[in-house]
């Protein structure tokens, strides 16, 4: 039996991370697949598309993993694992990341291509006392903020829900506050607990 046959019995002819059903292919998980079945998953051309090119992600796709990362199968933990580490900016994927259990043999797999290491020179964004911050955090002004165009303050002490990140430029975040979407500085920001 030829492996995508293989994968096809195991996945019931679905993805095995996202569950679509058509234009499925095998997957050799990097860095060292021989192209058995115990190191490939099946995989929909849209996963197969954004593991390929990062640029193209498209976040809430990825949701899926939150059924497809308790899989018993190493390789659909590894792809799984490998993702939601791409995705830890996002507080639900670092949520489930947080959660997700791997025996010490899938996890050197799962961490073999260097996916989640810390690049050097990767925009980081801290907080005031030098927390690093994600998109979804919670936190708390620490300082009353002059807001321009929209004429009013924003309090020493209110709670900042859902932030995000503003791409390439560490010391800034956007927010929701008094129901207007600004940016603030992240110098006048504390992580809550």
Known sequence: MDTE???QARSESRCELCGAI??????EVPPNSNGSAD???????????QLENPAQVD???????????????PPVQVMAWRMLKRLSAEGWAQDLLDTLYLDEET??????????????????HLDSN????????????IKDLDVKGANFTAKRGTVVRGI????????QIEA?????RIVILTQFVKKAN
């Open 5 to 7: 046959k293989i994968l």
């Open 22 to 27: 058509e234009n499925l292919t095998v997957y």
């Open 39 to 49: 190191q490939c998953v099946l995989l929909c051309a849209i996963c197969r598309a």
């Open 59 to 73: 976040v809430h796709h990825w949701r899926c993993l939150n059924e497809s990362m308790w899989s018993q199968v």
């Open 107 to 124: 996890s050197a797999w799962a961490q073999a291509t260097g996916e989640g290491e810390s690049k050097e020179g990767a925009v980081k």
């Open 130 to 141: 030098g927390t690093l911050l994600a998109t979804g955090d919670t936190v708390t002004l």
């Open 164 to 171: 995000s990140l503003v791409a390439d430029t560490p010391g």
């Open 176 to 180: 929701r506050v008094n129901g207007q």
